[in-house]
């Protein structure tokens, strides 16, 4: 069975950062793609970033303002957030995908406000 447990989250000030941590139970592999999804209420849950062995990808809307990165030892990936946004508000969700089944994590709350 795997689990994931996101921390991390807060409220930020506009042009703050943040870094979330997702700590895995379980077989993960390397290979395994892990990421980071967000959703604010009303909407559909949506693509941050995701990360496999070695190739990254980004949401238009993060790129080059996040970074994710991962440690296949500690069985943990992490979100560097940088220049938040008001908009980069929501709910941070840690996944993995391993087969067909997807795992998700109990979200941490991220607000970027004054």
């Known amino acids: 069975q795997v689990q994931l447990v996101e921390s991390g989250g807060g409220l930020v000030q506009p042009g703050g950062s943040l870094r979330l941590s997702c700590v895995a139970s379980?077989?993960?592999?390397?290979?395994?793609?892990m990421g980071w999804y967000r959703q604010v209420p009303g909407k559909q849950r949506e693509l941050v970033a995701t990360?496999?062995?070695?190739?990254?990808n980004y949401a238009d809307s993060v790129k080059g303002r996040f970074t994710i990165s991962r440690d296949n030892a500690k069985k943990m990936v992490y979100l560097e957030m940088n220049s938040l946004k008001p908009e980069d508000t929501a709910v941070y969700y840690c996944?993995?995908?391993?087969?067909?089944?997807?795992?998700w994590g109990q979200g941490t709350q991220v607000t970027v406000s004054s």
């Open positions: 996944n993995v995908k391993i087969g067909n089944l997807n795992y």
């Open positions: 379980g077989s993960i592999f390397r290979q395994n793609v």
């Open positions: 990360i496999n062995s070695i190739i990254t």
